[in-house]
């Protein structure tokens, strides 16, 4: 268990359709991070928020959105999905650790559109 | 952040020692070396990471050379379970960003 917490581990919806993603970082990590991974792709960074603000933004589409709450948990919405959206979606945390910045991967989110 | 080069697929046979090598010719003093690994649609994993130094933990070691353009991580006794993506990938210390994965280095550990 690494502490990142991520739900729901799979979910298979339809075109058009929208979904929320849900991640709770590590107790005490501000900042929560946004990978998404197509089959046999890289991981493309989408979103950052460090303690409930926007703090960078990579290839994230238009259609979708995230924030993070009081609570530090963060939702990444997905809309008017297509059938390109399905993907593996990880969410990470980062804390501090000698020199540098460890990051914690969740378990990810499956997400199917059929 | 500074680019890095790996193989893209290397094989090593269990029990045996892996060394995984990254090319990063254009790092900068203030930037770290970081090895992440993802098993099979895991999320990724945190190995080591280092400056100058040659660092170990329980997991493994990282050799970084004197002019420190480039590094190899070490698994010492390779197992199946080592099989991943690994990803070397530098970065500064300072500012909690995001981190840029490449393509990585697909290890398959044979029996």
């Known amino acids: 268990d690494s502490g990142v917490t991520q739900t729901p581990k799979h979910l298979i919806t339809a075109t058009g359709q929208r979904v929320t993603l849900r991640c709770s970082p590590r107790?005490?990590?501000?900042?929560v991070y946004w990978y998404q991974q197509s089959l046999d792709q890289g991981l493309q960074f989408l979103i950052q928020?460090?303690?409930?603000?926007?703090?960078a933004k990579g290839n994230i589409l238009e259609r979708f959105s995230a924030q993070q709450f009081p609570d530090l948990h963060s939702e990444l919405n997905l809309s008017s999905l297509e059938l390109g959206d399905s993907a593996l979606y990880f969410c990470?945390?980062?804390?501090?650790?000698?020199?540098?910045?460890?990051?914690?991967f969740g378990s990810g989110t499956r997400l199917t559109v059929v | 952040d500074a680019k890095t080069t790996q193989p893209p697929s290397m094989d090593c046979a269990e029990g045996r020692a892996a060394n995984l090598p990254c090319n990063h010719s254009?790092?900068?003093?203030?930037?770290?070396v970081y090895w992440y690994r993802q098993i099979h649609s895991q999320g990724p994993q945190y190995i080591i990471h280092?400056?100058?130094n040659n660092e170990t933990n329980e997991m493994a070691s990282l050799i970084i050379t004197e002019d420190r353009k480039s590094s190899t991580l070490i698994l010492p006794h390779a197992t199946l379970r080592d099989t991943a993506v690994y990803y070397c990938?530098?970065?500064?210390?300072?500012?909690?960003?995001?981190?840029?994965f490449g393509t990585g280095t697909r290890l398959t550990v044979i029996p």
């Open positions: 990470a945390s980062s804390f501090t650790t000698g020199g540098g910045y460890g990051y914690t």
């Open positions: 107790s005490g990590d501000l900042s």
């Open positions: 928020y460090y303690n409930g603000e926007e703090r």
């Open positions: 254009t790092i900068s003093g203030n930037e770290y």
């Open positions: 280092g400056l100058k």
């Open positions: 990938i530098v970065r500064v210390a300072t500012g909690a960003n995001n981190l840029f």
